[in-house]
């Protein structure tokens, strides 16, 4: 048994548990226990019992026990529009969505459709997302209010959109957004340049620049389509997304969306600046974007995790069909079954992603010290019987079916497979109710 | 409203309801009512409310109401071994579960591995299999306890097994199965010879004759592997599998499993003989067998329905994860997210594999006068809000978290996620108790 000490009170004690850690050598414990301390942070693992003095016990009867999904890229807010545009192209989809944006998104708007989504991710077992959206102040205040971790930050992209501000204000608005202390897991130290086809080089330099002054991380869309590819070349003399943002100082340990069409150069770069790649297999397939190179990014030891994208093009905010579509499209192209084998794809939902988001020393695996951010599986799921190495079932077998019990920062979010922080019915009938006016907005047009 | 008339008291109602028909018109009732007569069969269909005096009344509360899926390929029993043999290809594979199957299979054994596949394919909406796998009575129980539609009959091939009969005694004891009355779906009229590559032409010319006296219906792998196309050209004379069923008379209306490796001739030889293809995505790309020629098949008038696999090579049996891998994939390797719009999917997994069946005219749709399989939606699952066209819906965002009703020929027997007819601890305790036997016959080797 691994613990540390505490004065006060446990918070929580999961016993009975096959722990998937995650850990640096994939540790599983077959029967143990995890007990969080009073401070949210597991507090001790271990073998069978483990002393505790919590309140609060449960009792996973057998089933796995791992660290919360990381959804690494989406658009939380994006729910409103689900459905919209599907079997077009990204380019089709975009048109047809972008007016309807416009039209619709109000902060109540917006703050419906993110609360709509953190429902749909919790249940789902994803305890932390990467947000890319409009007026990211509505995310926050879902976050503080559903207790799933949203990270997020200023949008910059050439389109008047529903935050229609000259792009002076709208970098003076992003300074003012950073200069904001952030929490310990940063959450709000995000600036996220669309891409390289909707902002020219003089206004990527400027979101660098205010980046390096307040440390921000970078969360950047950026080889995703051939047409954008072309769209950079014309626009940035024939350079590729991913020389420009080298050339624009954006680089840096950025989060990279999508990372589809990249030359042997482009990834080498990715690696020497320590830059994450966010595979989206349901939106790059669905929309027939392309194929992401993980194997050769892999190789190059370029951090890849894992995203949904946006509710729109996905249609969801389901991290285990991503799950599903990196690993067994990645050994279909490679004509080869023993690729990206299961504990990776287990790596790529879960540490990939609080690496991509530099916040891995707090989450991402389960070990004494991190905060608790832990799934329960459903132990009586017939899907997951029998289960003879539980990185295999996790990769192969396991839907948002099976998400039984959630816990982000030690506490409990989703129990018995029902909400506890989000009123369902109220969120459900917010959402429904914009809906006319999501159809009004594309029949007008 | 459609209707017929009925003297006796209806068995079940259900209201509110958005039902999807997967008629020819791909109709869609945005609220509607259907009525299950006292016989099991859909009385009566239509908008709004529909006269009835069912003792039984289901409000779908606006959810999706469709067809019950239907599993076009599958080896139930294989549930046993979920998991045993991951990263790696099928030739690997086979050689590492078919020993296991021998020592552990036991008619004791199959019917617990079946009962668990019927509980997981009942809970995730699947209400017809297809199924091929030893010891086949066992599922013919497991099918009058269950209530879920099993298809199946004798397999065959080179090969000891669990059932070690000489060809002779094994084509006598196929001939009495046959000789069993059938019931109007004619559930035992089928045989399964394995493969052409596991069988001889003199064997397979037996089989043919056999099912030929019997009208029986023929269940076969076809063009799975490119090891297989190879060891059927060195058997069989350079000629591809379906040359070789064709020349023995096996390929008329035939379920052929897989059709990945086929050529334009032998494209062109399915459709003459309406054979149809099960394409079954999850195992295909898992073990890098191949991508099927879906969009060709199609074009040429084929017949395609999905199917799971067995879960040792899925590793489940979920449909809605073959509905997700099928359009995504399609859609990628043509470079085109217009191929494979959401109904025609949705065609692939209810209708097209009644089709493939043969029993068309009685399930597979929403239709007045058709056996009332059929599954409820969650009205209530964040994910599927908002949901603008049903079918994309299904196609894009259900998984088997959504699935709330189960009605098989009229019975409920999946009830707010709750199996009525499958004693769920019983089943778990008997395959997990099977899991140590599992095991040690992997390792013994």
Same mark, same amino acid.
């Given at each position: 048994m691994t613990s540390v000490n505490s004065a006060e009170q446990d918070l929580l004690a999961i016993v009975n548990a096959q722990i998937v850690t995650v850990d640096v050598?994939?540790?599983?414990?077959?029967?143990?226990?995890?007990?969080?301390?009073?401070?949210?942070?597991?507090?001790?693992?271990?073998?069978?019992?483990?002393?505790?003095?919590?309140?609060?016990?449960?009792?996973?009867?057998?089933?796995?026990?791992?660290?919360? #999904?990381?959804?690494?890229? &989406?658009?939380?807010?994006? &729910? #409103?529009?689900?459905?919209?545009?599907?079997?077009?192209?990204?380019?089709?989809f975009l048109a047809?969505?972008?007016?309807?944006?416009?039209?619709v998104?109000?902060?109540?708007?917006? %703050?419906?459709?993110?609360?709509?989504?953190? #429902?749909?991710?919790?249940?789902?077992?994803?305890? &932390?997302?990467?947000d890319m959206y409009y007026l990211p102040e509505a995310a926050l205040a879902v976050a503080m209010s559903s207790g799933m971790r949203i990270q997020t930050g200023p949008n910059f992209l050439e389109s008047d959109g529903p935050e229609p501000l000259p792009f002076n204000e709208r970098l003076a608005?992003?300074?003012?957004?950073?200069?904001?202390? /952030?929490?310990?897991?940063?959450?709000?130290?995000?600036?996220?340049?669309?891409?390289?086809?909707?902002?020219?080089?003089? %206004?990527?330099?400027?979101?660098?620049?205010?980046?390096?002054?307040?440390?921000?991380?970078?969360?950047? %869309?950026?080889?995703? &389509?051939?047409?954008?590819?072309?769209?950079?070349?014309?626009?940035h003399g024939g350079r590729t997304p991913i020389q420009v943002l080298s050339d624009t100082n954006l680089l840096r340990r950025a989060v990279l969306a999508h990372g589809i069409h990249l030359s042997d150069a482009d990834i080498a770069l990715i690696a020497a600046n320590n830059a994450s790649v966010v595979h989206c297999p349901a939106s790059n397939f669905k929309l027939a974007s392309g194929v992401a190179r993980i194997l050769d990014l892999q190789r190059l030891g370029v951090n890849v995790a894992l995203g949904t994208d946006g509710p729109a093009s996905g249609n969801d905010l389901d991290l285990w069909i991503a799950i599903r579509l990196a690993g067994y499209m990645q050994k279909m192209m490679a004509h080869d079954p023993t690729v990206l084998p299961a504990l990776e794809i287990v790596r790529m939902a879960t540490i990939n992603g609080a690496r991509a988001l530099q916040i891995d020393h707090l989450i991402g695996s389960l070990e004494v010290g991190k905060r608790a951010d832990l799934i329960v599986l459903d132990a009586d799921s017939p899907s997951l019987v029998p289960s003879f190495d539980p990185h295999v079932t996790i990769a192969t077998a396991v839907t948002r079916a099976?998400?039984?019990?959630?816990?982000?920062?030690? /506490?409990?979010?989703?129990?018995?497979?029902?909400p506890l922080?989000?009123?369902?019915?109220?969120?459900?009938?917010?959402?429904?109710?914009?809906?006319?006016?999501?159809?009004?907005?594309?029949?007008? /047009?």
């Open positions: 050598s994939g540790t599983v414990i077959a029967n143990g226990s995890l007990v969080v301390g009073s401070n949210g942070a597991i507090r001790a693992l271990g073998k069978g019992s483990v002393p505790h003095d919590a309140l609060e016990t449960i009792d996973a009867r057998g089933a796995i026990v791992m660290p919360g #999904l990381i959804n690494a890229h &989406t658009h939380l807010g994006m &729910t #409103l529009f689900r459905g919209l545009g599907d079997d077009m192209s990204l380019e089709d047809r969505l972008m007016p309807a944006e416009c039209k998104l109000s902060p109540e708007a917006v %703050h419906a459709g993110t609360e709509l989504a953190a #429902l749909e991710s919790l249940l789902g077992g994803i305890t &932390t997302s990467l608005w992003a300074e003012k957004w950073l200069a904001v202390p /952030r929490d310990s897991a940063g959450s709000t130290g995000w600036l996220a340049p669309h891409s390289t086809y909707l902002l020219g080089e003089d %206004h990527l330099r400027q979101i660098a620049d205010l980046a390096s002054r307040y440390e921000a991380r970078i969360n950047v %869309h950026a080889a995703e &389509t051939v047409g954008e590819m072309q769209a950079v070349a014309a626009r099976d998400v039984c019990h959630v816990i982000v920062d030690g /506490r409990v979010v989703v129990k018995n497979h029902m922080t989000i009123d369902r019915q109220s969120v459900l009938s917010a959402v429904r109710a914009l809906g006319a006016d999501v159809l009004a907005s594309v029949n007008s /047009r």
